[in-house]
């Protein structure tokens, strides 16, 4: 079957740096999106990756590893305003995502 | 209207009730797809259409069916709801059905079914 594990929850302090892991196992990959979803709000993109490495955006950077079936969201400059569930979703081969359940990031001043 | 707009955003619902939930988009995009997403699970699929006159069913499509007239709107409806299909669900639309655009989400209609 196609799984996508990502933690539950993480704690990080405000202004330090967390990695959030994501793995895989699909049928098929067309690429892998991360999404931030606030609580009781509408998940927003975030990032995508269909290529190995690393791709930043601001404070935000994603990496894959294809071979692996791994990818991480790192936050840098963690900020209260990133206090939310951080989503991974792989695209398979029918270009249908597969979502993880996605893990809560609760930053502490 | 920008975006994305579900109605309701919230609901109670007697068992056995039918039920529309509405969701219209106003940037044109030719897929949409109905979530749900229940605590502790990942999003899952109930139905999608890559374009109008066109549907599909998803993961979790069973309870639930989908039209989709034109490009804009795509309700779905509860035939007869149930306690299990209580859940938050969310609307969403990309510009095509098979690339890899990002998905526009709706901001969500809590079902709950007594």
């Known amino acids: 079957g196609q799984n996508i594990d990502q933690p539950t929850e993480m704690t990080a302090t405000e202004g330090a740096i967390v990695q959030i892991n994501c793995t895989y196992q699909t049928s098929g990959f067309n690429g892998l999106f991360w999404y931030q979803q606030h609580a009781g709000e509408a998940p927003t993109f975030l990032s995508y990756n269909v290529l190995d490495g690393l791709e930043e955006k601001g404070r935000f950077s994603s990496f894959l590893s294809r071979s692996k079936g791994y990818s991480y969201l790192l936050l840098k400059e963690l900020q209260m305003k990133d206090s939310a569930s951080y989503l991974c979703?792989?695209?398979?081969?029918?270009?249908?995502?597969?979502w993880g359940a996605g893990t809560k990031l609760i930053i502490k001043p | 209207i920008a975006g994305i707009t579900q109605a309701p955003t919230s609901q109670i619902l007697a068992a056995g009730r039918r039920m529309t939930l509405r969701c219209t988009q106003d940037?044109?995009?030719?897929?949409m797809y109905w979530y749900r997403q229940d605590l502790g699970l990942g999003l899952r699929l109930i139905h999608y259409?890559?374009?109008?006159?066109?549907?599909g069913k998803g993961e979790v499509p069973d309870g639930y069916s989908v039209s989709r007239a034109n490009t804009d709107d795509f309700p779905l409806t509860l035939a007869s709801a149930v306690p299990s299909q209580t859940s938050v669900y969310f609307c969403?639309?990309?510009?095509?059905?098979?690339?890899?655009?990002?998905?526009?989400f709706g901001e969500g209609s809590r079902l709950t079914v007594l």
């Open positions: 979703a792989v695209m398979d081969s029918n270009y249908q995502l597969i």
């Open positions: 969403a639309s990309s510009d095509s059905g098979t690339n890899t655009g990002e998905l526009f």
């Open positions: 259409s890559n374009t109008a006159g066109t549907t």
């Open positions: 940037m044109r995009h030719n897929a």
